[in-house]
């Protein structure tokens, strides 16, 4: 038998601080909480012409062979097209990663710490397994906590204007 090899145009590695981090590929649960809120917020923007939002896997590249990630959403405001190019290169103005049991550490505080200090505006931490979004916003280039809602509420983004999402949506099935 004839073994089929294909070529991918993306794969999920990162590069964090240096480092080749590579990642399987996400559960079901996952894909299903990225694309309900990739609707939600892909409709706001589109409705407003506010930018782009795009979904994983897409580089970031904040610094060539230093750090280049893969948030699971990303947006970019209009004004700040120039950066999409191939790939994303430069600071995009919100991303969003949703937290796995094997990627919390990398996503709260590696990945949260790249974020800060390249200077992304908004940051959001979804986390299925408590069924919590939190969002953070960049003050005197530290992030500080906006908003947070957990099974219940609406959260409310400072960098898309007048997105404002209630988080039943986002973790229904």
Known sequence: METLT????????EIINGEEVVSPSPFTKHQRIISNLFRIIDRHVEA??????????????????????QPDILFIRKENAAIEQDWIRGVPDMVCEIVSPSSYEY???????????????????V??????????ILETNKYKLL???????????KVIDGLQVNIKDVFED
């Not at 294909?6 to 590695?13: C, K, Q, V």
């Not at 407003?48 to 590249?61: A, E, M, R, T």
């Not at 996503?107 to 931490?125: H, L, M, Q, R, S």
């Not at 908003?147 to 983004?157: N, Q, R, Y």
């Open 6 to 13: 294909i070529e991918r145009d993306f794969d999920l590695t």
């Open 48 to 69: 407003n012409k506010l930018g782009k939002v795009y979904l994983s896997p897409l580089d970031v590249i904040f610094e060539e062979g230093v750090n280049r990630l």
């Open 107 to 125: 996503d709260t505080e590696v990945k949260k710490a790249v974020y800060e200090k390249y200077g992304v505006p908004e940051y959001w931490i």
């Open 127 to 136: 986390m299925p397994e408590v069924k919590t979004i939190e969002i953070f």
């Open 147 to 157: 908003t947070v809602a957990a099974f219940d509420g609406v959260i409310t983004s």
